[in-house]
């Protein structure tokens, strides 16, 4: 093994870098034909010391991988070890392959509190995406919102105003879309109901995209969201949420 800061260990890491990110743009632009080829670059790559290359070997494997990768990439996600954009991009790359089963669910339920917040956005993403109706995936998503005692304070027809665990906003944000999946769990809407009274207007939006899917009519919808703040800080001259809020209401009449 080369000492961390020889000359020839990072010319060899500069050298294994460019070598792995020209198989990646190669798969982006579909000019790769030997599938299994890629894999077995890509499983290399992320047995490399540098974080860097293990990074462009997960998002490969996000691109080119099976079932098989979805495995490894769930352990590298629960890897603490593993840097956070490693973490990050095997969350990402998971949901990209599209296959779930136990262990990669568990991967998902931890990578969903870990510490760096764009690892519990993508595994946020990924968990509502493969496991949209599991109620235990719906419990840990809300617990990260508001922590273990949500159930006590979600309970009653008008839950209270109460302070979020989650800090990050773009964290909330992914909660509030993810729930949209999961609108069957008795507690969804009331965490979503809550989520419309965040501080931050894209954390609400996405809220009311969510209530949106509700299978009721816009009368159902607009009581819901009755004395919800419709304004928000935009560049746009207009407010992002009215227009939402009327789009959804004009469907609901449609339909």
């Known amino acids: ?29 579909l000019c ?24 462009i070997g997960v998002k490969i494997l996000g691109k080119a991988g099976n079932e098989r990768h979805s495995i490894i990439l769930a352990d590298l996600l629960k890897d603490k070890r593993q840097v956070g954009f490693v973490r990050r991009n095997s969350a990402k790359a998971i949901k990209t392959i599209g296959v779930i089963n136990q262990q990669i669910k568990e991967a998902l339920m ?11 956005v993508e595994s946020i993403k990924t968990a509502a995406a493969l496991c949209g109706g599991d109620e235990l995936t719906a419990e840990i998503i809300i617990k990260r919102y508001l922590g273990n005692d949500y159930a006590v304070n979600l309970n009653g027809s008008k839950p209270p105003r109460l302070r ?6 773009e964290v ?28 931050n207007w894209i954390v609400r939006a996405a809220a009311l995209r969510s209530l949106s899917k509700l299978p009721d009519g816009g009368d159902k919808l607009r009581k819901l969201v009755e004395g919800m703040n419709l304004t928000c800080e935009s560049f746009r001259p207009v407010f992002p949420l009215k227009e939402i809020f009327s ?6 009449k449609r339909d």
């Open 164 to 169: 979020s665990k989650e800090k990050n906003f």
């Open 110 to 120: 931890t990578g969903i509190n870990d510490g760096y917040w764009e690892v519990r």
């Open 32 to 55: 790769v034909s030997d599938k299994e080829s890629v894999q077995a670059k890509a499983e290399a790559f992320i047995k490399e010391n540098n974080w860097q290359v293990r990074n």
């Open 247 to 252: 789009r959804v209401v004009e469907k609901k």
């Open 1 to 29: 093994m080369f000492p961390l800061f020889s000359g020839n260990y990072i010319g060899l890491s500069k050298k294994t870098i460019d070598e792995a990110q020209k198989l990646l743009n190669q798969i982006d632009s």
């Open 172 to 199: 909330r944000e992914a909660i509030a879309e993810a729930l949209g999946n999961f609108l069957k769990y008795k507690y969804a809407v009331p965490a979503l109901l809550l989520l419309l009274n965040d501080d």
